[in-house]
Each structure stands twice: as structure tokens, then as C-alpha cells.
């Protein structure tokens, strides 16, 4: 017996070890064996408890009575499908007659504290059935994005949500989107790792950057088009504004509305041409858009009102002409001046990483989400990367994008920048490039410069 008693010590000290150190490996070996058998026994006391059961139907009280036999209990939820993830469980669940999807979403509290799981959220698949997906451990701790992912065309992983499943960016459901976070929050590894995903994808890269291009220039061999001033982004803005409208003329030619034309090949933006006729579809990165909403000087102001002029009109009209917008700042209201209100209305996705006050949180979901503005502003300092997403449709979840150093972004571009499509009438804003783009040591001020 004394083997049998190491073994056992062994195992338990190894398991300790694991959810220690390795939360994930623990889940895998251990955890998600002891998680479902935990499910399967508790089931009906913590369904019973969490008042997610129903009473019997009359029926079976009528035969019970008839039969003097005990009256039957009360039915839970029936269990359609128990399937364990690399993070945790999905349980998928056939909702009775009178419960609703309503009642077990309030309840996920109550059921995380009741199966021991780290997290469980609901979401409603049809009418009458519910999933529960429940996490084993922290997934955001340490963020590990799987190996294979579920790409699209205009479709790219950028995060992980803290169900354990991925975040995808689909420009083709979102068109456009807004991206808010103070300073050493993950906003800026957030849109590297963007760029990173997107560079692989037959997709025309232009960005705004009036930090003198610090953030999107060391990725410009993967970029079509790069501004690192207000001057140079209203022209670039009105170049764009310029092929916007020459795509619609092209969508209109080819749309050949005539009886002997299905309906299904009827054009009415990019995606409805033919293969060899269809634009490449351009995304437009613009950092820091403070910078280009800002007028220091009076003389300012008419560049001003026209860079968010065409601004707005490119979130109005860009998407059947395949333009999508991704604006990031620190604060986007209506403080910025004119027009501001209105192109955030045409910014369907909102993130919003960790911000220093309520009304910056207000401004990504006080019109879309509003219980998600005490989640932004509770994300802790020290997990930058950590952010609140959401989208019109009022539901929102926490995410978390994987550390991209600059270099890794950097390597992503090089390799793919035969990719980055020439635009015609964007020749003027292609940046100068030397042989190699790498990144350059910062001297310290004790170092004298080379050149002295």
C-alpha cells in the first residue's frame, strides 16, 4: 500500500503544481475530467437552487395522484450537449415550457460559484435552447490564441475573449469601428497586432499617423499609403473620398439590372462584382484622431472641418465601396468639435481598453451598451491589453489581445509586403523606404551621437 500512497501523493502534488504554475495544462489533464463530473452530479441541486426548474406538468400530477404514488419533482433544464474546450466546458441546454433565456443569464453567477468554474456566460442559439460556456481558469491571465483559427476573407483574430473563444475583427458584419484607451493600456498592441493579422490578407493597408508616424511607420512596407502630419492626412482623406466615388461609378456600370439578371448578381457594393473587376478592399488605420480634430489655431480650422468632413463621409458611404475605418484615441467626444458626434455614430465596433474616467467610457457604449461603461473603467493598470468590447447590438464581453512586440509586427509586414497593392492616385503617399526597416537604438543622453 505504501507504492499506492506515493503514487496518490504524487499525482495531487503534481495536479497542485500544474493549477499553479500552468493553469492550462492543469485544465487539460485534471481539470476538465473533474469539471464535467462535477456538472453531471450537481446538475439538478444547482438548477433547483438557482430557480432555474419547473413545476411538473398537470398531467404527471394527475397519473401520480391516481396512482397514490409521490408527486414528481420539479424539471430542470435538459442537458442536449456537455462538450469540454481547451478552456472549459459548453453546455447547451433545452429550456422548459415557461423559462426563458433571460432567467439563466441572470443566474451565471450563481452557477459559476456553484460548478467551482472561473467564469460561465450564456448566450441564446434559437428560441427554447441555451448555451452555457464556462471557463476552467483565467484565459486573459496569459493570453495563448489557438494554432488554427476560423479566417475569412476581411476577417482576422485579434483577441481573446474571456469565455475562452476567439475575438474575431469582421470588417464584413462591422464595417467600421472605434478603439479607446489611455496611455500603457494596450491600445497601441492592440492595432499592432491588428496590422500584423491583416497583412496576410489581400487588403490595402492606409494609415494616419500625426505622432510623426512613431506607431504605423516602421510598418510601411506593408502599408499603401502612410500620413504622418494633419497637412498630408486631408489630402490623403480626400484621395480616398476621390476613389470612394470612382468605385461606385464602376459598381454602377456593372450592375446589369435586367430580367434575364438573378437577383444574387445584381451589384450593389464590391463583394457582388466579378473577381476579376473587384477593388481591393482598403482599410483605414488613423491613430490618435485627436490630432486631426484638434484646431490650435484659427487658421487651422478650415483643415479641420475638412479632415472630418471626409471622415464622416467615408463611415456614411465607404462600405459598399469597400473602405473601412479603424479610429483610435484616448477620448472621442464631442469636445473634439464638429462633426465628431456624427462619425461616431457610424462606428459600429467599440473597444474600449482601460480609461481614467467615466465619461471617456461613455463615449465608446453610453449609447450602445451602457453596462458595459463600469466594466472600462474598472480594468485594472496592471494588465494592459485588457479591454471591453461591443457593438450595436447592445451585448458586450471582456477581451484581451496577445503581447505583438514591434519587432514581431515588423517581421509580419516585411513578409508579407508584396501584398500591399498600388493604388492608382495614392503614388503620392507611398513613404520612402530604405533597403531594410528595423528598429533603430534610442541613444541614451550619457551616448554621443555617430555623427559627432
Known sequence: MSWLTA???????????????????????????????????????VMDACGLT????????????????????????????????????????????????????????????SFAMYGVTS???????????MTGYDVLARVQMPAKGDNAPMRVPVALREDGAVHYRDYRSTPHALTLGATKSGKSVYQRNLVAELAAHEVALVGIDCKQGVELFPLARRFSALADNPDT??????????????VYHLIRAEQRITADVPDAEVAAD????PAHLRPTPIVLLVDEVAELALSPTKADEPRRDRIITALVRLAQ?????????EICG???????????????AQLTGRTAHRVN???????????????????????????PGLAVTGDSSGGWARIRTPHTSMRQAVNACNRHAHRAPVLPGFAAFRPELPPTVSLVKIPTPTEAPASA
Open 7 to 45: 503514487l496518490l501523493a504524487l499525482v495531487v502534488v503534481t495536479a497542485g503544481l500544474l493549477r499553479w504554475r500552468r493553469p492550462a495544462w492543469y485544465w487539460l489533464t485534471f481539470g476538465v475530467v473533474l469539471a464535467t463530473l462535477r456538472v453531471l452530479v450537481r446538475y439538478s441541486s
Open 54 to 113: 419547473v413545476p411538473p406538468p398537470r398531467w404527471r400530477l394527475t397519473i401520480a395522484r391516481m396512482a397514490n404514488r409521490p408527486a414528481p419533482e420539479s424539471r430542470p433544464p435538459r442537458i442536449l450537449r456537455l462538450r469540454p474546450t481547451r478552456t472549459g466546458l459548453v453546455l447547451r441546454l433545452g429550456l422548459r415550457p415557461g423559462q426563458d433565456a433571460f432567467d439563466v443569464a441572470a443566474a451565471c453567477d450563481r452557477l459559476r460559484h
Open 123 to 133: 448566450r441564446e442559439l434559437r428560441s427554447g435552447v441555451v448555451e452555457l460556456r
Open 233 to 246: 492626412a486631408a489630402e490623403l482623406l480626400d484621395a480616398l473620398v476621390s476613389h470612394m466615388e470612382g
Open 270 to 273: 464590391i463583394w457582388d462584382l
Open 317 to 325: 458611404l465607404g462600405r459598399a465601396a469597400g473602405i473601412y475605418l
Open 330 to 344: 484616448q477620448r472621442f467626444g464631442s469636445e473634439l468639435g464638429k462633426g465628431i458626434t456624427m462619425l461616431r
Open 357 to 383: 474616467d467615466e465619461p471617456s467610457a461613455n463615449m465608446a457604449f453610453g449609447d450602445i451598451a451602457p453596462d458595459a461603461v463600469l466594466a472600462a473603467i474598472s480594468i485594472p493598470t496592471e494588465t
